[in-house]
């Protein structure tokens, strides 16, 4: 079983639909990241947490929000899903401060359309 | 804004062709690291470089950090098919391993290994 497990992997959805995608992770990290994907840009940070109930923005927050439920949980929610947030979404997971060697551990990904 | 530069952004060659990624930016930053995603698949880190002019081989990949620690690049001998897949440089901003350390991704090249 993958370490960090994302549901769905795959979603079609329309315009203006509420989607949430989710991830957690056996791995016991503190810190968990979303980021997203799209051809020609790599990877850009959606949203962060360092810990249980920390929110951090990353670069390209607007149109998202996120909730850590527990260590192991954190879910990206598009309140009101619009086409140009068809993309692949990754989770990922990083040990805390005193373990960490810089190293992102990713998700399988969740690839979401929006028609 | 995208801060760090890959090139080329495709590439097809033969097996046991040699060939360089380039990862380039104005900013210097504390580390950079290389991942390798394949299809479906989320990146899985290759390297992590924290010394400007550092060289590091893994098997047949060399990878190097610029001596201004602005740049970087991965070197492949004699590629084979099990090479194909997005190779990211990530560069490390804040004190490597520390809280404050974030990643920010290249815009990747995409590898493809005809046998």
């Known amino acids: 079983d993958a370490d960090v497990t994302q549901t769905p992997r795959n979603r079609i959805t329309k315009t203006g639909k509420r989607i949430m995608l989710e991830c957690s992770q056996t791995k016991g990290h503190d810190r968990m990241y979303w980021y997203r994907q799209d051809p020609g840009l790599g990877l850009r940070l959606i949203y962060y947490s360092f810990d249980v109930k920390d929110i951090n923005k990353g670069e390209i927050s607007d149109g998202y929000s996120v909730s850590r439920q527990a260590q192991a949980k954190f879910s990206l929610s598009l309140e009101s899903a619009i086409p140009n947030q068809t993309a692949l979404y990754f989770c990922?997971?990083?040990?805390?401060?005193?373990?960490?060697?810089?190293?992102?551990?990713f998700g399988e990904g969740s690839r979401l359309t929006v028609l | 804004t995208q801060l760090l530069e890959q090139s080329p952004q495709f590439l097809s060659i033969q097996e046991g062709e040699n060939l360089t990624v380039y990862c380039n930016s104005s900013?210097?930053?504390?580390?950079l690291q290389w991942y390798r995603q394949e299809p479906g698949e989320g990146p899985v880190l290759l390297v992590t470089v924290v010394t400007g002019g550092e060289v590091k081989k893994l098997k047949r990949l060399t990878f190097q950090f610029g001596d201004a620690r602005k740049d970087s690049s991965l070197h492949i001998t004699a590629a084979q098919p099990g090479d194909t897949g997005l190779y990211l440089c990530?560069?490390?901003?804040?004190?490597?391993?520390?809280?404050?350390?974030?990643?920010?991704f290249g815009t990747g090249t995409l590898l493809a290994v005809q046998p």
């Open positions: 990530a560069g490390g901003r804040g004190d490597y391993g520390g809280a404050t350390n974030k990643l920010i």
């Open positions: 990922a997971t990083r040990p805390g401060q005193y373990t960490n060697t810089g190293e992102l551990f």
């Open positions: 900013s210097v930053f504390s580390s």
